[in-house]
C-alpha cells in the first residue's frame, strides 16, 4: 500500500478505507465453520459469506489491481483480517503464504521449522512470496517473520 502511494498517490483514502475494513473486520464475532484457504481461493459476491461493502469496492478501485500485503506478528490475526477484507473489496482474492506453502510442500510448518531448520523455512517462504508477486488483486497474509528476510 505504501508503495501504491508512491506511485500514484492513493495512501489517504485507501488507508482510511484498509483501516475502516480491518476494524470492522476485526469485531465481526466468531466465524464458525470457516476453513483454511485453498491455494488461490476466491472471495468474491457469488460465494454465500461474500459481504462486498461500498468501502470496500472503493478501496479495491482505489488499489488499481495493487496487492494488499498484511505483515504481524505470528497470531495476531492476519488470516482473519485478510480473509474479511478480501471478502469486502469482492474482487479481491485471499492467499495465505503459510496455508500455501503447507499445500505445495506437503508438510505442516511446524515439521519444517523442526526438521529442517529456521533456514530452510524461509527459503521456502521466499519461493512463495516470488511466486505471489506475480498475481495480482490478492489479499496475502504473510508468515509472520517473512519481513526478517533481506531480499532485492
Partial sequence: LVQAA??????????????????????????LGVQRPQLLQRSSAAEPESRTTTGGRELAEALQNVNLYLIGMMGSGKTSVGE????????????????????????????????????????????????????????VATGGGVVTRCVE
Avoid at 119 to 127: N, P
Fill in 6 to 31: 508512491r506511485d500514484r498517490e492513493i495512501m489517504p483514502k485507501a488507508l482510511r478505507l484498509l483501516v475502516g475494513l480491518a476494524a470492522a473486520s476485526a469485531f465481526t464475532g466468531p466465524r
Fill in 84 to 139: 474479511l477484507v478480501s471478502r469486502q473489496l469482492g474482487s479481491y482474492t485471499f492467499l495465505d503464504t503459510d496455508a500455501t506453502l503447507e499445500a505445495a510442500t506437503k508438510r505442516t510448518v511446524a515439521d519444517i521449522f523442526e526438521k529442517d531448520g529456521e533456514a530452510a523455512f524461509r527459503e521456502l517462504e521466499g519461493s512463495i512470496m516470488e511466486q505471489v508477486a506475480a498475481y495480482v488483486r490478492l489479499v
